[in-house]
């Protein structure tokens, strides 16, 4: 178990030593340009700030799984081009979190202010989400152009990036902070936003990333892939729910607002779905109010309701039919069991 852990912090120090590399060939491009001084150094700090900050675990997926596929016949090259496109995911999570941030009216991000909170940032902040978005194909140029997958890694981000804000915007019309309507919320519609907003970008891109790297060209192969990683999506963003709520803000590194955003979240559905006649009314009259009272009334019927009881179950339910799913995977395609597994060593039980 130890051996395992220095390997992955490891991997994950060797993931991080390439990032000053790609934001000095981000700023050698504003120097082509000839930008002026200041957003020069507007542009690094912008990057550093929003970037490598988190736990990075969706970029270095890309790097685990084509070690994976490719075994002892991956070259140096290939983990290099891997950590480039693991780079690029999460260049991708660094325009959606700004953007999302800026809409959910949120504080902190990763232990630190969110960057339109930054003093002298304000909503200059969405031109550099755009920005980030920008080099994702920059990189995709200069290290891919001439490789024979090039096209399909340009459809995959511009598919998943679509997908991803298709599913902000049902989470956005669903559960606009300013009028609260606990009538537009239903399990279903959680799953549609769900899968949409998170499980795409998140669990299918990297690994579809790899195998595109890994020469796997059979169609029936990512509809295996998608088959697993998306269910495996949908219940990390219940985690993410759940923690949102009854995790400790130290550890996972912002302070819950679900409550007081009128988020159409996991446990207000789950909520919905349990509550009395009476427990429905103090939810009707409290869900998505900027009141510190309101949420506490809320945190209460949860309480009540024993949700973290239902979440502890769901969260056994899922593992065990995601283990199942893993265990019929056809290996015959080039995909192989472990890059499965390894995502869910990654998140099980998690409590960040």
């Excluded at 009314?281 to 506490?296: F, H, I, Q, T």
Aim: charge should be negative; glycine fraction near 4%; hydrophobic fraction near 40%.
């Amino acid at each position: 178990m130890v051996a395992i852990k220095l390997q992955k912090e490891e991997n994950r120090q060797a993931f991080l030593k390439i990032f000053p590399q790609l934001a000095d060939e981000v700023l050698a491009e504003l120097r082509k340009y000839n930008m002026p001084e200041d957003a020069y150094e507007w542009t690094k700090k912008m990057l550093y700030h929003n970037v490598p900050g988190g736990k990075l675990n969706r970029g270095i997926s890309v790097v685990d799984t084509i070690r994976i596929l490719k075994g002892d016949t991956a070259t140096e090259d290939d983990i290099f081009k891997a950590t480039v496109l693991g780079w690029l995911v999460e260049f991708l999570q660094a325009f959606f979190l700004i953007a999302d941030d800026i809409m959910d009216g949120s504080i902190t991000r990763r232990g630190q202010p969110c960057w339109y909170k930054v003093d002298g940032v304000n909503m200059v902040a969405i031109n550099d989400s755009f920005i980030l978005e920008s080099c994702i194909y920059i990189f995709l140029k200069k290290y891919f152009k001439n490789t024979e997958y090039y096209v399909d890694l340009l459809e995959l981000f511009h598919e998943v990036t679509f997908q991803t804000e298709l599913g902000q915007l049902c989470d956005l019309i669903t559960a606009p902070e300013d009028h609260v309507d606990l009538n537009k919320f239903s399990v279903e519609k959680h799953k549609f936003i769900v899968i949409y907003k998170t499980a795409y970008y998140s669990f299918y891109l990297p690994v579809a990333l790899a195998m595109h790297m890994a020469g796997i060209k059979n169609e029936g192969a990512y509809k295996q892939a998608q088959n697993i990683l998306i269910p495996l999506g949908e219940y990390f963003q219940v985690q993410d729910d759940y923690l949102d709520c009854y995790g400790a803000p130290e550890v996972i590194g912002k302070i819950g607002t679900d409550i007081q955003d009128n988020k159409c979240s996991w446990l207000i559905n789950q909520a919905l779905a349990l509550a009395s006649p009476a427990q429905r009314k103090v939810l009707d009259e409290n869900y998505g109010r900027k009141d510190a009272e309101a949420e506490a009334k809320v945190k209460e019927i949860f309480k009540d309701l024993k949700l973290e009881d239902v979440y502890k179950a769901y969260e056994e339910k899922s593992f065990k039919e995601l283990s199942a799913l893993v265990e019929q995977l056809d290996e015959s395609t080039g995909l192989k069991k472990m890059v499965f597994t390894e995502f869910m060593d990654k998140i099980y039980k998690r409590t960040k």
